[in-house]
């Protein structure tokens, strides 16, 4: 009876190490647009819903909506932006409410649905930039990286004898 409460134990423990990172609604969502295809032709995007992510640049807070400007990166399987690939476009994220510019910071990343309601113009640097607008429905802030880039599961299996053989199975995080 113990060691079925033990497997069963270390089953759900190693199931919820598995889980992945949020779950999105994309129900609607056109996976074939871009932000650099959508600055390109904004009639053809406008009021689809899509699933983008990237890096923060910059974050305004207005009086009843918030602006993330991002670079947009394609997204892993948890949908994740892939900074090590080559940006997508830049976008402009509007948020309802405020949002806190200290979380969302320069350098964080950040994946929403939501739907592209035109463009707005504007410049990197000196030249002319025409920003896809997307208004969320949902938004995930990726938590911080501290560097570490692998998985918080560990597995290890030992044998020892201290007088008796035996053997174990550990799961750590």
Request: proline share 6%.
């Amino acid at each position: 009876m113990l060691q079925r409460f033990n497997l069963s134990v270390v089953l759900l423990l190693l199931l919820s190490a598995c889980a992945s990172g949020p779950t999105f609604n994309t129900g609607g969502v056109d996976r074939t647009l871009t932000p650099r295809g959508v600055a390109a032709e904004p009639q053809q995007a406008t009021r689809k819903y899509v699933l983008w992510g990237g890096t923060i640049l910059d974050t305004t807070n207005l009086k009843d909506s918030t602006r993330i400007e991002v670079l947009a990166y394609p997204l892993d399987t948890d949908k994740r932006p892939q900074r090590d690939r080559d940006p997508l476009g830049r976008f402009i994220l509007e948020q309802p409410g405020f949002l806190e510019p200290a979380s969302y910071a320069e350098g964080r990343l950040v994946t929403a649905v939501g739907r592209v309601t035109g463009t707005r113009a504007g410049r990197v640097d000196e030249s002319d930039y025409a920003y896809p607008v997307m208004t969320s429905r949902q938004l995930y802030l990726w938590p911080r990286n501290r560097g570490y880039t692998g998985s918080n599961v560990h597995f290890g299996i030992g044998v020892g004898s201290g007088g008796h053989w035996g053997g174990g199975v550990g799961v750590g995080f």
